[in-house]
């Protein structure tokens, strides 16, 4: 039994009879799989023979053993269930407040189990389960359903969009936070949960709080040092849009549907333009000195840097404000900005129609209503472009798509692209940390040489990131070294660096194990052939050139047996037992 | 990862931590690449690579007076030996100490921390992006225990109880850099007037610093002010590579591609407001940190802080010495160093290094580095003479 850290308790909800009980697993479970997105895994790997929307595929929401301690950067939240827009795993890293109070009222995580015959919130306080009417809200954006709701806690709800059906729909938290990537908004329909509210009042209890003292001041000195984080440019300054710059001056920034990687408004539509022109303030996470996220004086969230460089340079729209509008519109809502931007521009380029702001606003809001065009694509750029015969204008990997870093700018990121269990998902490995920022250490972004292990590596680690569940922008400054003294001081339970990597690898082979199962193989670790046949744009001293295919595949290859995998990228019975796992293929 | 490999092993030789043919420097992606066939060496590498997940790993004694002073304070450590310098402080943490050469005691150590000892003064590191990693790890335990040797043989000296040992290692080092302190002023004259010329001089200068010996490693910063913009050297840069890596900061903030800076960007906008000055340079040079380290004051209220804050106002000749930690922060020297600066050619951070500044061009921060690493030097002989 645990007692420091977690607290070894999981809550499952019964949808359907409206019932719950709270499971207590084994201390071993919590080791081998950590908490958050690992432990989450554990219990979706149970349905693997279930549709995304089988009633019976549950829905996870987990925090991991950090959330709720002193433990710095430490109170996110995994959502995860079987993609309702991929097919695959289908997992979101969301801030806010969701897994502190959630840890308050004394659970791991909670399991979504069945469906609801009509529209319902759950209300969790401590030990108390409350399954209320949710028919009031539904006409409502988010915004102002959240007014309604104020005072329960920290609160999950979806939007309009999901209701409708929109698959890329997400789940707002909190207010400010989405949980946005995957069309996890979906799955909470499909089950007609509304939202989701808990608090609680408990204190998560620390095993040695002196020595987490000691490792957090080592990861503050560690993100103090660091220029992305807390620097003049850095984002706890300028928000996540300081990096638009810096993918405008290095030729990365998607623009036109990914035809071009320059856009020539840029410098007036980035960080200090926004800056200028609303005034940000600092928000953040539960837990978080770091307040990456703004918002303007009269309370809208300002777009982050991928929904910016989307909604600017990929629809090649230079009217900062449509940028604004749109964010602001995807999470009234409740639809994810970069599939949402993805979408637009796969439509603009098929169409041959050159989007205006007012057409940009148009679409979006028949998008989110699911009528006129937006019903079709509402069911995101992949399966839009497949119907009109052009699969390969739609820029996504496994039906997710793609962030705003071309990959054609950094061959990490495309191959990270490739391989993510999740799609066209940069945050798996974020290799822009070392291609582009430098951090730890700067690699050559246009070559695959070393990528392969490298990337590896970095999955493992993020998983554990996530599995903390903490934020993955500390590490651009911390590491697993300084992490693994905090969970050792919260559990009481001896790592390491070391340990918890592996850990990384178990949780991320059992979700390619997942997928396999679900038909994912290297037809799938792949990217749209416009990186392989056009170049990028060219820079003042260098060229951006299209990826070389067999480069990539010769890369892709050494992951493969890197990772444990066979040539066509499947998992193997041999590996699946080194690394204690069920062997299910 | 042939070139990657040959690029760091030859980098340790030129900056004279190590010497030629003595690395093993292996990167491995999904086969190992070494930089020498050393069966004692490799073969028990390539077990403590099965065991981790890194890409690269370094295997080395560091060349003399690195050698000697590390194996003397192995000799004299405790499972870890504990600089007080802010590269470890901040980065490394502690040097774990190995038992012996085995996979078992090496992995044991790097499952905890990025470095480790060996008995024989061998230093192990490793990376898990970059054997550029590895090769800071190991520059930086150079760094670090030198600076510990030379700090502990000052309290040594005072105390009157300097073994013979310890005394041939700290006299020969010594006499070796007595010789790479001599210099001849440098002057090309400034201001600068185009992009061009301050990458130019930037680069050069740059090149300079460590080719004096001013910093390690990727450690160390410099800028130049021209026409409201600070061109300064990116986060982890390496002062004598510079070409390719330095960002403009337009002083209007109007934009954000200097997200790359240096941590010290902060520091030296800071410095340009408080001083008026055009150029800084910001190196690692030993003995100024050496001497940084060395307070006398008894019974102070800030002992075991002298890192974050000092409530006295401590120099060595007329350079100031100033508390602060890498970066901003509470404790950040970009809060402490600006105002120290003002009057003065210098300013030394506790454990740090050594800041310094120019008016028109980037080689008069360079000679006041070298003039007060010379100071520091000097000030050191005295006192353990």
Redesign the interface.
């Known amino acids: 039994m645990v007692r420091y850290g977690w607290t070894g308790r999981i809550l499952e909800v019964y949808l359907g009879d409206r019932t719950s009980r709270v499971i207590e697993p084994p201390a071993w479970l919590y080791e081998k799989f950590i908490g958050g997105k690992g432990l989450a895994g554990h219990y979706l790997s149970q349905h693997l023979d279930m549709e995304w929307d089988d009633p019976d595929m549950p829905i996870l929401i987990f925090a991991g053993p950090l959330v709720g301690t002193r433990a710095p950067t430490s109170g996110r939240t995994t959502v995860m269930s079987r993609s309702p827009l991929t097919g695959t795993v289908g997992d979101t890293s969301v801030g806010g407040g969701l897994g502190t109070k959630m840890k308050r009222a004394r659970y791991d995580g909670i399991i979504l189990r069945g469906s609801s015959n009509k529209w319902i919130g759950v209300e969790i306080v401590d030990d108390s389960v409350a399954f209320v009417d949710a028919s009031p809200l539904l006409g409502l954006t988010n915004g102002d359903a959240m007014d309604l709701l104020a005072g329960k806690g920290s609160v999950a709800l979806i939007g309009p969009a999901a209701q409708r059906g929109v698959r890329f729909s997400s789940l707002m938290v909190d207010r400010h936070f989405a949980a946005a990537r995957n069309g996890i908004g979906l799955g909470f329909a499909k089950k007609q949960i509304k939202y989701l509210s808990i608090d609680g009042g408990a204190r998560v209890p620390v095993y040695d709080a002196r020595e987490l003292v000691r490792a957090r001041e080592?990861i503050?000195?560690?993100?103090?040092?660091?220029?992305?984080l807390?620097?003049?440019?850095?984002i706890r300054n300028?928000g996540t849009?300081?990096?638009?710059?810096?993918m405008?001056?290095r030729r990365m920034m998607p623009t036109d549907n990914f035809r071009t990687t320059f856009f020539s408004d840029a410098?007036d539509l980035?960080?200090?333009a926004v800056?200028e022109r609303y005034s940000p303030r600092k928000k953040g996470c539960t837990g978080c000195h770091i307040l990456c996220k703004k918002g303007s004086r009269d309370g809208v969230v300002l777009p982050e840097f991928e929904t910016l460089s989307h909604f600017t340079a990929l629809l090649c729209n230079n009217d900062l404000h449509t940028a604004v509008r749109a964010n602001e519109l995807c999470n009234e809502y409740g639809i994810d900005t970069i599939s949402a931007a993805v979408t637009l521009a796969c439509f603009s380029e098929i169409e041959g129609e050159r989007l205006t702001p007012d057409r940009i606003m148009e679409i979006l809001g028949q998008i989110v209503r699911r009528e006129d065009i937006g019903d079709q694509l509402a069911d995101g750029s992949a399966l839009w472009a497949a119907s009109r015969g052009k699969p390969s204008l739609s820029m996504s990997v496994k039906g997710l798509e793609l962030p705003a870093y071309d990959p054609r700018g950094a061959y990490g990121m495309a191959l990270a692209y490739a391989t993510s269990t999740r799609g066209g998902c940069h945050l798996r490995a974020y290799p822009i940390g070392?291609e582009?920022?430098?951090?730890?250490?700067?690699?050559d972004r246009f070559s695959f040489?070393?990528?392969?292990?490298?990337i590896k590596?970095?999955e493992?680690?993020n998983a554990v990131i996530d599995s903390l569940t903490a934020c993955k922008f500390v590490f651009f400054a911390s590491s697993l070294?300084e992490y693994?003294h905090a969970l050792t001081a919260v559990t009481g339970v001896e790592t390491?660096?070391?340990?918890l990597?592996?850990t990384g690898?178990r949780i991320y082979y059992h979700e390619r194990i997942m997928n396999a199962r679900w038909g994912f193989s290297s037809k799938d670790d792949d990217l749209p052939p416009r990186f392989f046949e056009e170049a990028g744009s060219s820079g003042p001293d260098f060229d951006v050139p299209p990826l070389n295919r067999d480069d990539f595949l010769g890369a892709r290859g050494?992951y493969y047996?890197?990772r444990g995998l066979d040539a066509d990228g499947a998992p193997t019975r041999d590996k699946a037992k080194e690394l204690d796992l069920k062997w299910t293929g | 990862m042939d070139r990657l490999v040959a690029r760091y092993v030859a980098k340790m030789v030129e900056q004279r931590i190590a010497d030629d043919g003595m690395p093993v420097l292996g990167c491995r992606d999904s086969d190992i690449v070494w930089s020498r066939e050393d069966p004692k060496i490799t073969g028990i590498l390539e077990d403590v690579f099965e065991h981790l997940n890194i890409n690269s790993l370094l295997h080395c004694r560091p060349a003399e007076p690195y050698g000697s002073m590390i194996e003397y304070l192995a000799a004299h450590s405790d499972g870890a030996i504990l600089p007080q310098d802010t590269e470890t402080r901040t980065f490394l943490h502690d040097l774990p100490l190995a038992a012996s050469f085995t996979m078992e005691e090496v992995v044991h150590n790097l499952k905890r921390r990025k470095t480790v000892i060996l008995p024989g003064g061998e230093i192990i590191s490793f990376g898990t992006v970059s054997p550029q990693q590895a090769f800071i790890g190991f520059s930086s335990v150079c760094f670090a225990c030198f600076v510990k040797f030379m700090s502990d043989r000052l309290q040594d000296y005072r105390a009157a109880k300097m073994d013979d040992p310890a005394r041939r290692i700290m006299d020969d080092a010594l006499q070796k850099l007595q010789i790479s302190h001599t210099h001849e002023k440098i002057s090309h004259g400034g201001p600068y007037i185009t992009q061009d010329e301050v990458h130019r001089e930037m680069a050069r200068v740059g090149r300079l610093t460590v080719m004096n010996g001013m910093v390690d490693s990727y450690f160390g910063n410099i800028s130049y002010l021209m026409d409201d913009t600070l061109y300064i050297s990116q986060t982890g840069s390496s002062l004598d590579e510079l070409e390719g890596t330095i960002d403009p900061y337009p002083l209007d903030g109007s934009s954000c591609a200097g997200i790359t800076a240096s941590s010290e960007l902060t520091a030296h906008l800071r410095i340009l407001e408080t001083t008026g000055k055009r150029a800084i340079l910001h190196g690692h040079p030993k003995f100024s940190v050496i001497m940084s380290l060395d307070c006398r004051v008894e019974d102070c209220d800030g002992a075991g802080r002298c890192h974050l804050e000092c409530p006295k106002m401590r120099t060595i000749g007329d350079v100031p010495i100033v508390s602060g930690e890498v970066g901003t922060g509470r404790y950040g020297l970009c809060n402490t160093v600006p105002e120290a600066m003002v009057g003065n050619r210098g300013v030394i951070v506790y454990g740090h290094g050594l800041f310094t500044v120019g008016q028109t061009d980037l080689d008069e921060p360079l000679n006041n580095l070298l003039d007060i690493e010379r100071l520091c030097l000097d000030e050191f002989v005295r006192l353990t003479s």
């Open positions: 080592d503050f000195r560690l993100v103090s040092a660091s220029p992305i807390l620097g003049e440019s850095g300028m849009p300081a990096l638009y710059d810096l405008h001056t410098p980035n960080a200090n800056k070392h582009i920022l430098r951090k730890p250490v700067a690699t040489a070393g990528k392969a292990r490298t590596i970095a493992d680690t070294e693994a390491t660096a070391t340990d990597s592996k690898e050494r047996k890197i």
